[in-house]
């Protein structure tokens, strides 16, 4: 009797889900040194206002990078997740690092699951 490697397959013993968290504000510190050292005024709202649209950009950049992995996206309570099942969290911290993101723009969780499970 020959070997069948279709009736030797078994589902992986240990999968994993990488997230990554963007934020869809900037850095609260940015906001509060602004509202906080001046006083309120259209050019502070104009000046946060242009702090915020390139959070954003980066965000969006951020966003593209993944999808080019297929990571699935989700929003909820202004943050973007992103998520996948295939690619490793050292794998998207060096894609982010390489495109010039900071570790401060995001935040990585690895998630590992066994078959009967938590890990």
């Given amino acids: 009797m020959g070997y069948n490697a279709n009736l030797c ?4 013993i ?5 997230r990554v968290s963007l934020k869809l504000v900037p850095d609260p510190e940015t906001y509060n040194y602004l509202i906080n050292n001046t006083q309120v005024s259209s050019d502070i709202i104009q000046q946060y ?4 649209n390139n959070w954003l950009n980066r965000v969006a950049a951020m966003v593209e990078l993944m ?3 297929d990571f699935d996206f989700y929003i909820e309570e202004q943050t973007v997740y992103c998520y996948s099942r ?6 998207i911290k060096r894609m982010l690092t390489e495109a010039g ?5 995001y935040q990585i969780v690895l998630e590992y699951t066994r078959g009967w499970g938590m890990l």
């Fill in 86 to 91: 295939q690619v490793e969290a050292h794998e």
């Fill in 101 to 105: 993101f900071k570790d401060r723009e």
């Fill in 67 to 69: 999808a080019q992995k």
């Fill in 14 to 18: 240990v999968t994993h889900i990488t």
């Fill in 49 to 52: 206002r242009q702090i915020s």
């Fill in 9 to 12: 397959t078994k589902p992986p």
